[in-house]
């Protein structure tokens, strides 16, 4: 908790930790699609692409890739494969690794 002015709030890594906000499976999900994300700024930033050249290479305007990049909208898978065929990237199905 952090508190303001007085009042408490939680904190992101609060609400992230309490099991009444998510489930298992939906963290998975969401911790997921932040490591597509974060594969696709580090491809980006390795080459040296800025997300302007990014977007006018993948035919997307630019708020649409910061606000996929900061992580404030879910792209589609569309619109994920267009942002990484420029990159040289692609997505594939694979089987899931089995932790024990």
């Known amino acids: 908790m952090k508190k303001i002015?007085?009042?408490?709030?939680?904190?992101?890594?609060?609400?992230?930790n309490d099991p009444k906000n998510w489930t298992k499976e939906e963290k998975k999900i969401m911790e997921f699609e932040a490591e597509i994300i974060d594969n696709l700024?580090?491809?980006?930033?390795?080459?040296?692409?800025?997300q302007t050249?990014?977007?006018?290479?993948?035919?997307?305007?630019?708020?649409?890739l910061a606000k996929?990049?900061?992580?404030?909208?879910?792209?589609?898978?569309?619109?994920?494969?267009?942002?990484l065929k420029p990159l040289g990237l692609t997505i594939g199905i694979m089987p899931i690794q089995q932790t024990n």
């Open 5 to 16: 002015k007085g009042f408490n709030y939680p904190t992101f890594k609060d609400t992230w």
């Open 41 to 50: 700024i580090h491809a980006r930033e390795t080459m040296g692409i800025s």
């Open 53 to 64: 050249e990014l977007a006018e290479m993948s035919g997307m305007k630019q708020p649409m």
């Open 68 to 83: 996929i990049e900061n992580k404030k909208a879910v792209p589609r898978i569309d619109t994920l494969f267009r942002a």
